[in-house]
Nanobody, 118 residues
Framework: QVQLVESGGGLVQAGGSLRLSCAASGRTGSIYRMGWFRQAPGKEREFVAAITWSGGSTYYADSAKGRFTISRDNAKDTVTLQMNSLKPEDTALYYC???????????WGQGTQVTVSS
């Protein structure tokens, strides 16, 4: 199993930046991919970005392309989401997730709140 702990959320004005981090522990050596998801009040959880653990291939939702950057540090077992040019519609609870296989994510963090004021 993998345990995930997010950090770095907060309140920022529109146009600002935040850096989210996800620390993984447990059986991290078998991780295939890690991702970030978000859920705004009254909305379904949606995909934001993902990165493969070994090769570092990255994937982004259209809403994140050009503004967000996902990266990983295998030595520290962490994944980071750099968010720039934030918009009020980016306000949500952001979750880190991990999977050992292609497909659905099996492990989730508790989430970190991001609030962007206009």
């Amino acid at each position: 199993q993998v345990q995930l702990v997010e950090s770095g959320g907060g309140l920022v004005q529109a146009g600002g930046s935040l850096r989210l981090s996800c620390a993984a522990s447990g059986r991290t050596g078998s991780i295939y991919r890690m991702g970030w998801f978000r859920q705004a009040p009254g909305k379904e959880r949606e995909f934001v970005a993902a990165i493969t653990w070994s090769g570092g291939s990255t994937y982004y939702a259209d809403s994140a392309k050009g503004r967000f950057t996902i990266s990983r540090d295998n030595a520290k077992d962490t994944v980071t989401l750099q968010m720039n040019s934030l918009k009020p519609e980016d306000t949500a609870l952001y979750y880190c997730a991990a999977t050992y296989r292609f497909g659905q994510y099996d492990y989730w963090g508790q989430g970190t709140q991001v609030t962007v004021s206009s």
